[in-house]
């Protein structure tokens, strides 16, 4: 299965976004301070992906 770096890319911000916002939450107000941590979670996590290659695939072995 081939994932491109894009979609791997907004999964890890979605995920990051996701974790920073319920744990913000949890008093349950979000203050400006919050927010800008959760942006931060997703911009980090969006670069940090992109950043990193797929791995290369084994060549083929067929004969």
Do not use: C, F, H
């Not at 999964?11 to 941590?37: N, P």
């Not at 931060?40 to 084994?58: C, F, H, K």
């Amino acid at each position: 299965m081939r994932i491109s770096s894009i979609a791997k890319a907004v999964i890890g911000g979605l995920a990051a976004g996701a974790a920073a916002a319920a744990t913000a939450v949890q008093d349950g107000t979000l203050t400006t301070g919050e927010g800008v941590t959760i942006v931060l979670a997703i911009l980090g996590a969006y670069g940090v992906t992109w950043a990193v290659p797929n791995r290369p695939t084994p060549p083929s072995t067929d004969a």
